[in-house]
């Protein structure tokens, strides 16, 4: 029964299952694989108060807090909120600049022409518009928010020398933004947000996935990967 399926999928999330390795034909010997994805399926489901959205960078305890704070008019606090609103990122004028196809080179060579520098721009901007309207309540922000995502889910590839540290970037700071959108304001339209969702599948995870790299340029992509699987319930 259904107890049963359920003491299976915590065995293979938690124990792991035993996979053969296979050289030139014949088996030479086992690794373990556990299931990151059954043991988040597993929580939600049986203490759903253990992981809430929004489950990236911030909470909204924690947002509440800095709110009060910033509406006290206590520093740093204070300071730190209006250095935000005078950003680009926080002007109530942004204008998202997608693209289907973004292409960099080493060092960001060409990123303005390929677009990784707008991508960079507006994923900072979803996520610096979303954190304006929790702090204002003013709608404004929210809807920007939601224009920035809304554009981008027709981005299909990321691609040139620098394709994958571009994409675990973007891939780390889109998904903050829309977090805080999905959690706070629900005239985010469902088929929006699932437009959005299947675009970090389609133009994100195939370059991510398995990728090998070093330094921080791996930690650039875990951070990604994390951050659209919190989005993503995956």
Same mark, same amino acid.
């Given at each position: 029964?259904?107890?049963?399926?359920?003491?299976?999928?915590?065995?293979?999330?938690?124990?792991?299952?035993?996979?053969?390795?296979?050289?030139?034909?014949?088996?030479?010997?086992?690794?373990?694989?556990?299931?990151?994805?059954?043991?988040?399926?597993?929580?939600?489901?049986?203490?759903? !108060?253990?992981?809430?959205?929004?489950?990236?960078?911030?909470?909204?305890?924690?947002?509440?807090?800095?709110? &009060? &704070?910033? !509406?006290?008019? !206590?520093?740093?606090?204070?300071?730190?909120?209006?250095?935000?609103?005078?950003?680009?990122?926080?002007?109530?004028?942004?204008?998202?600049?997608?693209?289907?196809?973004?292409?960099?080179?080493?060092?960001?060579?060409?990123?303005?022409?390929?677009?990784?520098?707008?991508?960079?721009?507006?994923?900072?901007?979803?996520?610096?518009?979303?954190?304006?309207?929790?702090?204002?309540?003013?709608?404004?922000?929210?809807?920007?928010?939601?224009?920035?995502?809304?554009?981008?889910?027709?981005?299909?590839?990321?691609?040139?020398?620098?394709?994958?540290?571009?994409?675990?970037?973007?891939?780390?700071?889109?998904?903050?933004?829309?977090?805080?959108?999905?959690?706070?304001?629900? &005239?985010?339209?469902?088929?929006?947000?699932?437009?959005?969702?299947?675009?970090?599948?389609?133009?994100?995870?195939?370059?991510?996935?398995?990728?090998?790299?070093?330094?921080?340029?791996?930690?650039?992509?875990?951070?990604?990967?994390?951050?659209?699987?919190?989005?993503?319930?995956?």
């Amino acid at each position: 029964g259904t107890d049963r399926v359920e003491d299976e999928a915590l065995r293979r999330a938690v124990d792991g299952v035993d996979e053969p390795v296979f050289y030139r034909g014949e088996q030479c010997g086992v690794v373990r694989k556990y299931s990151d994805h059954l043991l988040t399926v597993l929580l939600n489901a049986r203490r759903p !108060e253990k992981f809430r959205h929004p489950g990236l960078l911030n909470s909204i305890e924690e947002l509440q807090f800095i709110r &009060k &704070k910033i !509406e006290a008019r !206590e520093e740093p606090w204070k300071s730190a909120f209006e250095c935000m609103k005078a950003s680009k990122w926080a002007s109530l004028k942004y204008k998202p600049r997608p693209r289907e196809t973004i292409s960099s080179g080493f060092s960001g060579a060409g990123g303005g022409a390929g677009g990784s520098f707008d991508e960079s721009d507006d994923a900072i901007a979803a996520y610096t518009q979303a954190l304006m309207w929790i702090f204002t309540n003013d709608e404004q922000y929210a809807e920007n928010a939601v224009r920035i995502l809304n554009a981008w889910s027709i981005l299909k590839s990321h691609e040139g020398p620098n394709w994958y540290l571009t994409a675990a970037w973007a891939g780390s700071m889109f998904p903050q933004g829309a977090e805080l959108i999905r959690a706070t304001y629900p &005239k985010w339209k469902q088929e929006d947000r699932a437009a959005f969702s299947k675009m970090l599948n389609r133009a994100f995870l195939p370059i991510l996935h398995n990728r090998l790299s070093y330094g921080n340029r791996e930690l650039a992509v875990i951070n990604a990967l994390m951050a659209i699987g919190v989005f993503n319930d995956d």
